[in-house]
T-cell receptor, first 115, second 117 residues
């Protein structure tokens, strides 16, 4: 079974700083997808960024980028020029390509951006 | 439709009562998922529907939990004889499943917060 581990329960940075959230996972599959979701206090899970395992190039979405290390099974999220609106819980998630293709989530990292 | 919607937003019930939670997926999305998020925890998978295929119920924690999806659209998650440990946020997600391909990104609803007293 796949597992996802986020080793940082909480992080706090000043506005405009860069922050990196870590995520590691365990799987025997070769093809899969990785995601970062953001959950603000409103509870809505919002997709931040997605990475296909077969792509070597790291995904980027504006201020958000990932460092995907397939051999190390590591998938970290970097937020540049952090903003107050980035304050939220961040979840790393894994999805295989077989069966139900359910998302397997990490425990989350609570990120606080301070003014 | 605009996005995944869920109702009610919040539900308070007494131990032993039955509850029904509703999910309206994005129009055209054939895959529908239910997840549970306990306080301060990540999400755990409950059940998956895809088209007319038999649902994957492997994540349901007990036989008190059941779900159905009518007409390939709206889904209802039912919890019978609720217990205090059922208190959590129940999230629904939907995605496209292109023919011959794997499902695309899952889009989540706002969830239903269930409190069992």
């Amino acid at each position: 079974a796949q597992t996802v581990t986020q080793s940082q329960p909480e992080m706090s940075v000043q506005e405009a700083e860069t922050v990196t959230l870590s995520c590691t996972y365990d799987t025997s599959e070769n093809n899969y997808y990785l995601f970062w979701y953001k959950q603000p206090p409103s509870r809505q899970m919002i997709l931040v960024i997605r990475q296909e395992a077969y792509k070597q190039q790291n995904a980027t979405e504006n201020r958000f980028s990932v460092n995907f290390q397939k051999a190390a099974k590591s998938f970290s999220l970097k937020i540049s020029d952090s903003q107050l609106g980035d304050t939220a819980m961040y979840f790393c998630a894994f999805r295989g390509i077989q069966g139900a293709q359910k998302l397997v989530f990490g425990q989350g990292t609570r990120l606080t951006i301070n003014p | 439709g605009a996005g995944v919607s869920q109702s009610p937003s919040n539900k308070v019930t007494e131990k032993g009562k039955d509850v029904e939670l509703r999910c309206d997926p994005i129009s055209g999305h054939t895959a529908l998922y239910w997840y549970r998020q306990s306080l301060g925890q990540g999400l755990e998978f409950l059940i998956y529907f895809q088209g007319n295929s038999a649902p994957d119920k492997s994540g349901l924690p007990s036989d008190r939990f059941s779900a159905e999806r009518t007409g390939g659209s709206v889904s209802t998650l039912t919890i019978q004889r609720t217990q205090q440990e059922d208190s959590a946020v129940y999230l629904c997600a939907s995605s496209l499943v292109p023919s011959g391909g794997s499902s695309e990104t899952q889009y989540f609803g706002p969830g239903t917060r269930l409190l069992v007293l």
